[in-house]
């Protein structure tokens, strides 16, 4: 339990942050749960994964590919603990493959719409981004990048360190210098949280405003997605939770009760609508947004039937 519990606690605290990187840990620490569980009567065994599940998935609300990763998991079956556990490790080991060849993919996929010499400006850290960045970089494509710090948490210190360590040309610039720059910029490539079923994008808070300054200076902008971070229950009309973060990461709590008055907010996504978004480069192809859906009930299987059949069994993980 201890390790379980420390592995949501370094999610919840950001210590595991990216929705592709904490959907790997959630799968990993399933199993390692499973393989620490002494039980030997699979109705238990069930009921504490199943709690575990539960735990994992309520860690960060926004990013999807958390219960998706984590219902990929609990799909298992067996009659007895030992099939059981087996069938966890089998399915928890292919999600993380499955997601490290996605991501690399997407590179792939995506560094074929980046020209030589091309600026491109990105937001947040991205494994997914990045892998397109780093992939056009490494086919020789002549490029630089200009990288928003991301306040509060300032991911855009990690986006840098990572480009400056392939030898990209990097810039980075405060959050508000995003439309001072736009006219430099030939693509815009940033990464998802979630994605819904009407194509719009959750990402870091910032990420629409990019898209709008994009959208008026008739630059593209690329998302780069794994299908696990397309939410299926938007098929149901569900919006998205924009996960709303503690205001000692916008300001000391010293400095805040200097003004008894003010109250912050530190919403850490936002949602770009799909009329800003040329394409969503994921695993399975670089789509327009309107064919998210498609991806939800082709792709990743979920259709509204199955949804609304099985709903009790997935309560509270999808
Ligand atoms: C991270 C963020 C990233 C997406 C995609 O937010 O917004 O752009 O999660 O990342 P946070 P990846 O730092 O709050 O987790 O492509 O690595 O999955």
């Known amino acids: 339990m201890k390790q379980l519990?420390?592995?949501?606690?370094?999610?919840?605290?950001?210590?595991?942050?990216?929705?592709?990187?904490?959907?790997?840990?959630?799968?990993?620490?399933?199993?390692?749960y499973a393989m620490r569980l002494s039980v030997d009567d699979i109705p238990v065994f069930n009921e504490k994964m199943k709690n575990a599940a539960k735990l994992l998935a309520g860690t960060r609300p926004t990013a999807v590919s958390l219960p998706n990763a984590v219902r990929a998991v609990m799909r298992y079956g067996g009659d007895t603990v030992e099939e059981a556990?087996?069938?966890?490790?089998?399915?928890?080991?292919?999600?993380?493959?499955?997601?490290?060849?996605?991501v690399k993919r997407i590179?792939?996929?995506?560094?074929?719409?980046?020209?030589?010499?091309d600026t491109i400006m990105t937001h947040c850290n991205s494994s997914a981004a990045i892998s397109i960045i780093a992939e056009a970089h490494?086919?020789?494509?002549?490029?630089?990048v200009i990288a928003t710090e991301s306040r509060p948490r300032m991911q855009g210190h990690l986006t840098v360190k990572q480009l400056d360590g392939l030898g990209i040309?990097?810039?980075?610039?405060?959050?508000?210098?995003?439309r001072y720059f736009m006219k430099d910029v030939d693509l815009v490539v940033v990464g998802a949280d979630a994605v819904t079923a009407n194509g719009s994008v959750i990402n870091k808070i910032g990420t629409s405003q990019l898209a709008l300054a994009a959208s008026e200076?008739?630059?593209?902008?690329?998302?780069?997605?794994?299908?696990?971070?397309?939410?299926?229950r938007t098929i149901l009309g569900e919006l998205v939770e924009i996960e709303e973060r503690d205001a000692s990461e916008v300001i000391s709590a010293e400095k805040h009760a200097e003004f008894q008055g003010v109250s912050v907010k530190n919403p850490a996504?936002?949602?770009?609508?799909?009329?800003?978004?040329?394409?969503?480069?994921?695993?399975?192809?670089?789509?327009?947004?309107?064919?998210?859906y498609i991806i939800i009930k082709d792709f990743l299987g979920w259709g509204i039937e199955e949804m609304t059949s099985t709903a009790s069994k997935w309560e509270g993980l999808i």
């Open 5 to 32: 519990e420390e592995t949501a606690g370094k999610i919840r605290s950001m210590e595991i942050r990216g929705a592709g990187r904490i959907a790997r840990a959630a799968a990993a620490e399933l199993r390692d």
């Open 85 to 102: 556990r087996a069938d966890v490790v089998k399915l928890a080991d292919g999600f993380i493959m499955n997601s490290e060849n996605a």
């Open 107 to 117: 590179g792939e996929i995506g560094a074929r719409r980046v020209r030589d010499g």
């Open 138 to 144: 490494a086919q020789g494509k002549d490029i630089n």
């Open 169 to 178: 040309k990097t810039s980075l610039i405060v959050d508000s210098a995003v």
């Open 217 to 232: 200076a008739r630059t593209n902008v690329i998302v780069a997605a794994e299908t696990y971070k397309f939410s299926p």
């Open 269 to 292: 996504f936002d949602v770009t609508p799909r009329e800003y978004i040329d394409l969503i480069c994921t695993e399975a192809g670089a789509i327009p947004p309107e064919m998210a």
